[in-house]
């Protein structure tokens, strides 16, 4: 019943853009912090960027810092990531994340299938 499904990657030049979505389906969205995580081949997953609930505080990988911006919509359960001057380091798979730890901290934890962003000329 949980989804997440990302869209928006695709092939990109060096300093262009791309806007990543991920639309929630099957939970309180409003409850959960939203991240992005990304995966390039033969590095660890990264967390990238995080958007809190129900502050929406965020937080950003020191290597995006000032060049991609997470916002989301919890009126269409969507999670955005604007990336801005993408470099070729940028080129991963994309992954979305839901995250909500319970009062009695219980953790609830989904992933999207994940969306390839290419950086290259």
């Known amino acids: 019943q949980v989804q997440l499904v990302e869209s928006g990657g695709g092939l990109v030049q060096p300093g262009g853009s791309l806007r990543l979505s991920c639309a929630a389906a099957?939970?309180?969205?409003?409850?959960?912090?939203m991240s992005w995580y990304r995966q390039a081949p033969g590095k660890e997953r990264e967390l990238v960027a995080r958007?809190?609930?129900?502050?929406?505080?965020?937080n950003y990988a020191d290597s995006v810092k000032g060049r991609f911006t997470v916002s989301r919509d919890n009126a269409k359960n969507t999670v955005y990531l604007q990336m801005n001057s993408l470099k070729p380091e940028d080129t991963a798979v994309y992954y979305c994340n839901a995250r909500y730890t319970s009062w009695s901290r219980r953790v609830y934890d989904y992933w999207g299938q994940g969306t390839q962003v290419t950086v290259s000329s």
């Open positions: 958007i809190r609930s129900p502050d929406s505080s965020t």
């Open positions: 099957g939970f309180t969205f409003s409850d959960y912090a």
